[in-house]
T-cell receptor
Framework: AQSVSQHNHHVILSEAASLELGCNYSYGGTVNLFWYVQYPGQHLQLLLKYFSGDPLVKGIKGFEAEFIKSKFSFNLRKPSVQWSDTAEYFCAVRGYYKLSFGAGTTVTVRA | DAGVIQSPRHEVTEMGQEVTLRCKPISGHNSLFWYRQTMMRGLELLIYFNNNVPIDDSGMPEDRFSAKMPNASFSTLKIQPSEPRDSAVYFC???????????????FGPGTRLTVL
């Protein structure tokens, strides 16, 4: 069975600070990895995804994530956050067809 | 593209009533997923359809929940009778393929916020 663990439940930062959200997964086979974002009151939107190739993946809105196979990790980063990045962030892994989500990390950016 | 369309966006009902949630996937997508999001359990997959056929319904909580996909452009999730613990946000998602090794991405609808009193 596949599972995802997100280390931080709630992160509070100031604008221009750097952000890194941890994600570890458990799955025995080839995985596809995703980060989704959910802005307040909105639906999930895809930030970025990793299927194969370059382990450093760039997504929308200046986000990037690095796949480290040896650590079963797929951490999300952004060098300088903005107030508009306030949202909940979900890491997800797909082994076959099923997406398994982490519990989510709420990010609050203070202006 | 209009994206995944769900209706209604909000539903408030009383315990014991029947609730029907609707989803229109993105045109051309052949896989459809129903998820439930709650504070306690996070995002859970309820059921997965591929080419209108239910493939995995192991996440459906109990017999009160049922889902159908009569054609490629429409799916329903029904709860009968509804209970307060069913209160949650229900998301529908679609993708181009559900097969192993595919590079499809699931796109989510806006969700239906269900409140059962």
């Amino acid at each position: 069975a596949q599972s995802v663990s997100q280390h931080n439940h709630h992160v509070i930062l100031s604008e221009a600070a750097s952000l890194e959200l941890g994600c570890n997964y458990s799955y025995g086979g080839t995985v596809n990895l995703f980060w989704y974002v959910q802005y307040p009151g909105q639906h999930l939107q895809l930030l970025l995804k990793y299927f194969s190739g370059d382990p450093l993946v760039k997504g929308i809105k200046g986000f990037e994530a690095e796949f480290i196979k040896s650590k079963f990790s797929f951490n999300l980063r952004k060098p300088s956050v903005q107030w508009s990045d306030t949202a909940e962030y979900f890491c997800a892994v797909r082994g076959y067809y099923k997406l398994s989500f982490g519990a989510g990390t709420t990010v609050t950016v203070r202006a | 593209d209009a994206g995944v369309i769900q209706s209604p966006r909000h539903e408030v009902t009383e315990m014991g009533q029947e609730v029907t949630l609707r989803c229109k996937p993105i045109s051309g997508h052949n896989s459809l997923f129903w998820y439930r999001q709650t504070m306690m359990r996070g995002l859970e997959l309820l059921i997965y359809f591929n080419n209108n056929v239910p493939i995995d319904d192991s996440g459906m909580p109990e017999d009160r929940f049922s889902a159908k996909m009569p054609n490629a452009s429409f799916s329903t999730l029904k709860i009968q009778p509804s209970e307060p613990r069913d209160s949650a946000v229900y998301f529908c998602a679609s993708s181009t393929s559900g097969t192993r090794g595919s590079t499809d991405t699931q796109y989510f609808g806006p969700g239906t916020r269900l409140t059962v009193l």
